[in-house]
């Protein structure tokens, strides 16, 4: 499977002027691309093929006096710029269609200067590298300062250059993972868990063991207000906004890679110590129209499960998502007898039927884990249901490249 390695990126003053404008020669051509296929649109003509495109927006483009310097970045750059409009749009098609998982996608629209996300992509025939002193040398671009914080498994096939909303810069290198050396990295066992996410605890396991919720945002909260209360009074278009504008970003962000690493964390944890894992399918995008929609946002439960969903599938392991509607809180895990809803202030309960005493969460992980068929039935033979695909996903970084992979 594919998978994303990033790592911060130091340019000094030089490259980020490269860079910066390489961003908008990318961004100049993905726009050029949308409004040439919206002209044919208004005109009722047939829609510009890719080599058209290209043949029109860069090869000739370089030679007229408005666009010559296109010329001054790497031509794979605004060719990739190209391929994502492309593919803006088939995903938009497809989404019309009804072909395309997930919400629905609008029309591609055009990029600004001021989005707070700027990218380019180089491809292996970009001829980019990783030096003997473990830079990263970009064409046009040159060496960059890289902070490896662990080691590339395999070559890669392409390398992405972000700048985020707080200024930062990133690079996403896109590895191929060998399924032999994933499977050697994790123990063997045979131990099965349900996991009930909440809000008071992040995570109840069946076993008993209770995760805390950290409430990355609910801590940070002072902090953020202070400083956007400090935005909203520079004045609009001054460089103390933009400074301002800075600030918030970048508290914004800490609150964020907390939340990721802690997430990225516990779900290696879960991974290397189960076989088989149940989760139950949050509503969560209904839940965060709610009045507990901060706390469902800080949790991030979809994130936690998508972790969950990708190393898996990576180390062979089983993941099974029950139904939203299951009534795991209603029924006791000792007799299976229903007993009803009950409001969130009841963390306690006795069951009707048998008389058993409950731990709601616990309770709930307990028939997360049946439902799942991931319980040990009267037979004593597991269930283990298989695997389903995960999605690609950005992995952690941690360690430093044993050797510079060839490109």
């Known amino acids: 499977m594919q998978l994303r390695y990033r790592f911060r990126l130091y340019p000094d003053s030089p490259q980020r002027a490269a860079l ?46 408005q666009r010559s310097w296109l010329s001054e970045v790497s031509a794979v750059v605004l060719q990739q710029s190209l391929r994502d409009a492309e593919t803006a749009y088939r995903n938009f098609f497809a989404s019309l269609k009804g072909t395309h998982s997930g919400p629905r996608i609008g029309p591609p629209r055009f990029k600004s200067r001021k989005d707070v996300r700027q990218s380019i992509r180089f491809t292996a025939n970009a001829r980019w590298s990783i030096t003997g002193n473990g830079r990263l040398n970009l064409p046009k671009i040159g060496a960059v300062k890289v902070k490896w914080s662990r080691a590339l498994p395999s070559t890669p096939s392409s390398v992405t250059v972000i700048k985020d909303a707080a200024g930062r810069y990133f690079a ?20 099965t868990i349900g996991i009930d996410l909440g809000l008071t605890h992040f995570a109840v396991l069946s076993d008993g063991r209770k ?27 001054s460089k103390n906004r933009a400074k301002a504008r800075l600030k918030v970003a970048r508290a914004h962000a800490t609150v964020a890679d907390a ?26 995008a209904e839940l965060a129209r709610t009045r507990l929609a901060k706390s469902v946002h800080d949790a991030g439960w979809a994130s936690f499960i998508s972790m ?46 048998c008389g058993a005493v409950h731990d709601r969460d616990h309770n709930a992980a307990l028939n997360v884990k049946t439902a799942a068929g991931l319980a040990v039935p009267a037979c004593r033979a597991p269930v283990s249901p298989g695997a389903i695909p995960a999605r690609r996903e950005e992995t952690g970084s941690h360690g430093f490249p044993a050797q510079a992979p060839a490109t």
């Open 308 to 353: 969950l969903e990708y190393k898996a599938q990576r180390y062979g392991r089983t993941l099974v998502k029950i139904g939203r509607f299951t009534p795991t809180s209603q029924t006791c895990s000792t007799c299976g007898g229903k007993d009803g809803p009950k409001p969130l202030r009841v963390r306690t309960w006795t069951c009707t039927a």
């Open 20 to 65: 910066a404008q390489a961003f908008g020669c990318a961004r100049v051509v993905f726009n050029d691309a949308v409004r040439a296929r919206e002209d044919a649109r208004t005109a009722k003509q047939p829609c510009p093929t890719t080599g058209e495109l290209s043949k029109r927006l860069i090869t000739e483009a370089k030679r007229t006096v």
């Open 211 to 237: 995760i805390d919720s950290p409430r990355f945002l609910r801590r940070a909260e002072k902090k953020l207000k202070k400083t956007q209360r400090e935005l909203s009074r520079k004045q609009k278009g």
């Open 172 to 191: 996403s290198f896109v590895i191929d993972t060998d399924p032999v050396a994933d499977a050697t990295r994790m123990p063997d066992t045979d131990r």
């Open 259 to 284: 939340r990721r690493e802690f997430h990225h964390q516990l779900s290696t944890q879960l991974i290397s110590e189960n076989q088989g894992i149940a989760v139950e399918d949050l509503p969560v």
